[in-house]
């Protein structure tokens, strides 16, 4: 049974960079995209980015230009890093595999999310 | 930016049917998702493609898109069903959600 895993530091500072890694178990990273999503606390559900196996990738534009997301394959990892945060960055950060076929597109697994705060 | 409209609450008597709606400039033209989010847990995919069901998930749920609407339906509402309901769709490759419906069983 394949698990999504998030992990990283739950308190970051303004300004200051959020990194996080998306572990995947029982199963390969082949063959998928792999999305990173937030939801701040008590509103909704925003994307962020994906990255397919291979390593391309795609972004919200709201959020382009302070996104990097990877795969390492050999590690069956995902990351993201969000840069110069502030506390609107503040959120339950999940990975999410989706499965894509032509147009046709879901989220169909999901991590368990974990809560990145920012703040001093 | 696309954007995708949900009520922001619904409610439903145990056993009656609940709609959630979901609406977006020819969102019949995308392909809709339903996810399920209970409090505390990650969100569960419970509609895909518009009106398919994931392995799992209970036959009482359905969902058709039309025009600009996307309608998702749960028949025979339980007190499990109680959750928050996001759809999304994707659009110039950028995955949009909606805002989320409440649905409250009472």
């Known amino acids: 049974q394949v698990q999504l895993q998030e992990s990283g530091p739950g308190l970051v500072k303004p300004s200051e960079t959020l990194s996080l890694t998306c572990t995947v178990s029982?199963?390969?990273?082949?063959?998928?995209?792999w999305n990173w999503i937030r939801q701040p606390p008590g509103k909704g559900l925003e994307w962020i980015a994906y990255v397919y196996y291979s390593g391309s990738t795609n972004y919200n534009p709201s959020l382009k230009s302070r996104v990097t997301i990877s795969v390492d394959t050999s590690k069956n990892q995902l990351s993201l890093k969000l840069s110069s945060v502030t506390a609107a960055d503040t959120a339950v950060y999940y990975c999410?595999?989706?499965?894509?076929?032509?147009?046709?597109?879901?989220?169909?697994?999901w991590g368990r999310g974990t809560l990145v705060t920012v703040s001093s | 930016s696309y954007e995708l409209t949900q009520p922001p609450s619904v409610s439903v008597s145990p056993g009656q049917t609940a709609s959630i709606t979901c609406s977006g400039d020819?969102?019949?033209?995308?392909?809709v998702c339903w996810y399920q989010q209970k409090p505390g847990q990650s969100p569960v995919l419970v509609i895909y493609q518009d009106k398919k069901r994931p392995s799992g998930i209970p036959e009482r749920f359905s969902g058709s898109s039309s025009g600009d609407t996307a309608t998702l339906t749960i028949s025979g509402t339980q007190a499990l069903d109680e959750a928050d309901y996001y759809c999304?769709?994707?659009?110039?490759?950028?995955?949009?959600f909606g805002g989320g419906t409440k649905l409250t069983v009472l």
């Open positions: 999304q769709a994707w659009d110039s490759s950028t995955a949009v």
């Open positions: 999410a595999r989706e499965v894509v076929t032509g147009r046709k597109r879901e989220f169909d697994l």
């Open positions: 029982g199963g390969s990273i082949g063959n998928y995209y």
């Open positions: 020819k969102l019949g033209d995308k392909y």
